[in-house]
């Protein structure tokens, strides 16, 4: 067991603190961003009661529970941190199991004396382990601001629940699925279908006669996000809460484990879907395999690009007649969008959301590269008359039209959303421009990710991930937590044009063009001197 468990820790020392460290400066901005942005009780209860008297906004928000600034803080921040921690742990579950029997790790620890379900039995302690961890360090940094030590460690201990629920949500996926980018995707969907349902539990729940607080339905209780809402750090403190979220985990752990003695090595319960005996003449290209193998991830962006686009004039539509009656709201959605009137600065809000889906699609295309090359599949391909550049460069086609798709399908949907409502003419440019500039500021993503997969092949998917994960929090919560302009400005997606008052604004068009011409051509330039690295 020890042995398994250095080997993983010193296979994910550098990601792991990557996503502990981003939950802990997440919890502490958050703080930050409270007391400065919302210092009085009357701000708070402002922005509350804005909340609960439109409750279709509360599915991307948290669960409302006063307007003391631990109450506020948890209705600002759990949703995020557990989201946070749920990722983090499924991605370590599946690394560590499908993923290694993939890579044939599997098999090397199989040959020696350790019983068959050791491997699984480390990454279950190496996952409890760092979700302690992730709870504990953000207790404490509460702690260390001056807040509430109670309400600081529930809220630690909230997100590490949901970590541990979805650890066994991973472990269970790849048992099912034939492969890590299937467990993977299983996961991801299961992650946002309870976040959504979550949302719906607490939008047809109860408020309180001064809508500062929110008794969720009964749904909440069919999603781990929603019991550690439940726990109401700095209000209730309730943990009874927790024991549902670790004891789901442990239950779907152990699932796992006998679904793992259940099957042979490389075998999985969902059946890999088989092949065409011969394959189509369109596909008798590099690019076209390409495709073939990306399309399908891709599909899932594209689908959370109409949704996106739908709800910016739909949605959005509903929390701009709050903003127009409730200034805290208006200049909460002015510090996100810096735009013009409420109608733009909605718009802006959701694209910046649609750049952080584009840039996904892009970055998850490249990153299919380095897993071609790791599992030594890109071998054959560039075995025949196709060379290393031509080969990237493939890569790099599909991942811009991916994104390109995923904007495309953002604004079209958007423009629906805009014809549907009887909109002006000007929020339809206000559409063209904002959606162009998260096209730019995605591909900024993918050609960064490419370039790190020439120069470090073995860093591509932590970096690429990563470099999404920090522009997200930096663009779209950076302006919420009071960060300053120069340290927002650093992510893509906050500096793309904009429409204010009728004129363009065209912020940080030409260094995001700049990036992505630099890092696009370096990427091509290197590849043509690098060998390639099929281990790890």
């Known amino acids: 067991m020890i042995p398994l468990l250095r080997q993983r820790l010193r296979r994910?020392?550098?990601?792991?603190?990557?996503?502990?460290?981003?939950?802990?400066?997440?919890?502490?901005?958050?703080?930050?961003?409270?007391?400065?942005?919302?210092?009085?009780?009357?701000?708070?209860?402002?922005?509350?009661?804005?909340?609960?008297?439109?409750?279709?906004?509360?599915?991307?928000?948290?669960?409302?529970?006063?307007?003391?600034?631990?109450?506020?803080?948890?209705?600002?921040?759990?949703p995020w941190l557990a989201m946070l921690a749920a990722l983090m742990s499924t991605f370590l579950a599946v690394r560590h199991t499908r993923g290694d029997e993939e890579a044939g790790r599997s098999e090397l620890v199989a040959a020696t004396p350790a019983s068959r379900t050791l491997p699984l039995l480390a990454t279950i302690v190496h996952g409890l382990a760092a979700n302690v961890v992730l709870g504990l360090l953000i207790g404490l940094s509460l702690?260390?601001?001056?807040?509430?030590?109670?309400?600081?460690?529930?809220?630690?201990?909230?997100?590490?629940?949901?970590?541990?629920?979805?650890?066994?949500?991973?472990?269970?996926?790849?048992?099912?699925?034939?492969?890590?980018?299937?467990?993977?995707?299983?996961?991801?969907?299961?992650?946002?279908?309870?976040?959504?349902?979550?949302?719906?539990?607490?939008?047809?729940?109860?408020?309180?006669?001064?809508?500062?607080?929110?008794?969720?339905?009964?749904?909440?209780?069919?999603?781990?996000?929603?019991?550690?809402?439940?726990?109401?750090?700095?209000?209730?403190?309730?943990?009874?809460?927790l024991v549902l979220g670790f004891a789901f985990g442990i239950v779907l752990a152990v699932t796992a484990t006998v679904l793992q003695s259940a099957r042979d090595l490389g075998a999985s319960f969902i059946a890999e879907r088989g092949g065409r005996a011969s394959a189509r003449a369109a596909l008798?290209?590099?690019?076209?395999?390409?495709?073939?193998?990306?399309?399908?991830?891709?599909?899932?962006?594209?689908?959370?690009?109409?949704?996106?686009?739908?709800?910016?004039?739909?949605?959005?539509?509903?929390?701009?007649?709050?903003?127009?009656?409730?200034?805290?709201?208006?200049?909460?959605?002015?510090?996100?969008?810096?735009?013009?009137?409420?109608?733009?600065?909605?718009?802006?809000?959701?694209?910046?959301m649609l750049g952080v889906l584009a840039a996904c699609a892009g970055v998850q295309t490249i990153i299919r590269a380095r897993q071609e090359e790791a599992h030594g599949t890109a071998e054959p391909v560039l075995a025949a008359a196709v060379g290393r550049v031509r080969w990237l460069a493939d890569?790099?086609?599909?991942?811009?039209?991916?994104?390109?798709?995923?904007?495309?399908?953002?604004?079209?949907?958007?423009?629906?959303?805009?014809?549907?409502?009887?909109?002006?003419?000007?929020?339809?440019?206000?559409?063209?421009?904002?959606?162009?500039?998260?096209?730019?500021?995605?591909?900024?993503?993918?050609?960064?990710?490419?370039?790190?997969?020439?120069?470090?092949?073995?860093?591509?998917?932590?970096?690429?991930?990563?470099?999404?994960?920090?522009?997200?929090v930096l663009g779209m919560f950076g302006p919420l937590m009071g960060m300053p302009e120069w340290l927002t400005s650093i992510s893509p997606i906050a500096v793309t044009p904009v429409v204010s008052h009728g004129d363009v604004d065209l912020r940080g068009l030409w260094w995001l063009v700049f990036a992505v011409v630099v890092a696009g051509a370096g990427a091509l330039t290197l590849m043509r001197r690098r060998e390639l690295a099929s281990d790890g």
């Not at 609960?52 to 209705?75: C, D, E, K, Q, Y």
């Not at 339905?217 to 726990?231: D, H, K, N, R, T």
């Not at 162009?436 to 050609?447: D, E, M, R, Y």
């Not at 591509?460 to 991930?465: D, N, S, V, Y």
């Open 284 to 352: 008798a290209s590099p690019h076209a395999l390409v495709w073939r193998l990306a399309w399908g991830s891709l599909l899932g962006w594209v689908i959370g690009g109409v949704l996106t686009g739908f709800l910016a004039t739909t949605l959005g539509g509903i929390a701009g007649q709050v903003a127009g009656e409730n200034p805290a709201v208006a200049q909460i959605l002015e510090k996100i969008a810096r735009a013009g009137d409420l109608d733009e600065a909605m718009i802006t809000v959701f694209f910046t």
């Open 395 to 472: 890569y790099a086609i599909v991942a811009t039209i991916g994104v390109a798709l995923v904007v495309a399908a953002a604004m079209v949907a958007a423009y629906v959303g805009l014809a549907a409502n009887g909109a002006p003419a000007d929020l339809f440019r206000v559409v063209t421009v904002t959606g162009l500039g998260q096209f730019i500021a995605a591909s900024v993503f993918t050609a960064l990710t490419a370039l790190v997969f020439v120069l470090a092949p073995r860093a591509t998917l932590g970096a690429g991930w990563t470099l999404v994960g920090v522009a997200a």
């Open 12 to 78: 994910d020392w550098l990601q792991l603190s990557l996503w502990v460290i981003g939950a802990v400066l997440l919890a502490y901005a958050g703080y930050a961003g409270v007391t400065q942005s919302y210092s009085t009780v009357a701000d708070r209860q402002e922005v509350l009661a804005a909340v609960a008297a439109n409750p279709v906004i509360l599915m991307f928000r948290g669960l409302p529970s006063g307007t003391s600034v631990g109450a506020f803080l948890a209705f600002e921040d759990l």
């Open 143 to 241: 702690i260390g601001a001056g807040m509430d030590a109670a309400g600081s460690l529930l809220l630690g201990a909230a997100a590490a629940a949901t970590g541990v629920s979805f650890l066994g949500v991973g472990l269970v996926a790849a048992q099912l699925m034939r492969t890590s980018r299937g467990a993977n995707a299983l996961t991801v969907w299961l992650l946002v279908a309870t976040f959504l349902i979550r949302g719906m539990g607490n939008l047809a729940g109860t408020p309180s006669d001064d809508l500062s607080r929110i008794d969720s339905a009964w749904p909440v209780w069919l999603s781990p996000f929603g019991w550690a809402e439940q726990i109401r750090p700095f209000d209730e403190n309730s943990p009874w809460p």
